[in-house]
């Protein structure tokens, strides 16, 4: 439920770096905790985003949330599908449901997150 | 001081069945079981099953009793025969809401049943204590006794017969029946609900509540019966615009700018906010309550503000993704000259603003 090859925050964001870019999207657990997702509100393609920012907004019927930046950097893809199929964020948190891509400015602060094993010990003090 | 949460007599079902419980009027209750969008739907198109046993019930009796409610409530308490329910605003001296009641007929004249919003409950009971006349008239609050279920969509009827010894067929809307027996339990059964939907409100003895929540969940799983959170409720009564204490009604709003006119009786005698009331009437209210749907992306939320040409006009109350219409909706007040159908108007979300269109309400209205 939360691959080895990501990096996770505490706010429940994963990044999938590739290069200098990275894939962003929210992890399984937020996407339980959020419930049903009906609206995501995304960034346009260029913007800057600096780490720990507000990226983006998603919403499901009762709540409002929004996605911190895990990196540093330009956006330089957003997925609109999300813009008519919010769900896929529920379905597909890791694949269909990424977020973003960011031209990342600084792999250093990469080490600011977590690891799939450090992430699930900060769940295990979050759930019940 | 540690804040005490109030439980309901279901609390652990809800929980052993993997339920997210979310705090909600001082009682720990289920927001969802299997998600909110898939409750909401199975109860448009089929039942569902919700525990409202945060649900406040005071009972009101004595030979003045009738006297004193009419003095307490809006609407008219005398048209009630036994066996019949009224929905009625209760409100203060200057015609804010103190909250919106059902009252039960059980013995015309003597004796009622109120059922009032959970998170009022103990001041709904302190404001009936202070406000009745007469001695010898007793007020009660039955809710740590009393838990309630809800059993509403089109197949609630169908489920609610295998069990109990009374033919529904005979039981219209907003009328009740006493001593309804299920397995062996003695219940008050009413055709109510909150959803929009056809349906029933079951009160049961606050220890026998398990055994008829488990009952009629096995028994309605063939009509696909399926457990509701709070969530499901919202949007239900959202998309039948049936106001919530607390977002559309309030001790500072009238029931006129709320759209409950048709629930004040001017003509019963004197009543609680009376004059207030006529006062509103005569001027107009200043704002008014209206249903708006989005015509561009965004969900409205309560408090957002409401503007129009860049004016601030009002602000929302309740607004969600509605699962029927597969729209973003919403209810709120806006200045009068602007709340007319048709009209368009701007919600502020995240300082943007996002077209919007004042419809007729409500937004859903079942077929008969």
Known sequence: ?128 | MKKIIKKTPLNSVHKKSGAKMIEFGGWEMPVRYKGIIAEHNVTREKAGIFDVSHMGEILINGDKALDELQYLVTNDVSRLKKGQILYTPMCNNSGGVVDDVLIYCKKEREVYLLVVNAANTDKDFEWIKDNIHQENVNVVNISDKTGQISLQGPFAEKILQKVADYNLKNMKHFWFEEDIEIKGVKCIVSRTGYTGEDGFEIYIPWERTELIWNLLLEIGKDNGLEPCGLGARDTLRLEACLPLYGHELRENLTPVAAGLTRFVKLDKGDFLGKDAIEEELSKGPEYKLVAFEMLERGIPRSGYKIVKDDDEVGFVTSGSYSPTLRKNVGLGYVKTEAAKTGEEIHILIRNKKVKAKIVKKPFYNREV
């Open chain 1, 1 to 128: 439920m939360y691959p080895r090859d990501l990096k996770y925050t505490k706010e429940h964001e994963w990044i999938r770096v590739e290069g200098d870019e990275g894939t962003v999207g929210i992890t399984h657990f937020a996407q339980k905790e959020l419930g049903d997702i009906v609206f995501v509100e995304l960034p346009e393609e260029g913007e800057e985003v600096v780490q720990g920012d507000s990226l983006a907004v998603i919403e499901s019927v009762k709540a409002v949330s929004d996605v911190y930046s895990p990196i540093s950097g330009t956006i330089i893809q957003v997925n609109q599908r999300l813009e008519d199929e919010p769900e896929l964020i529920n379905k597909d948190p890791y694949d269909e449901g990424w977020i973003v891509v960011i031209k990342i400015k600084d792999k250093d602060e990469l080490e600011d997150l977590m690891s799939n094993e450090e992430y699930q010990e900060l769940l295990e003090g979050e759930e019940d």
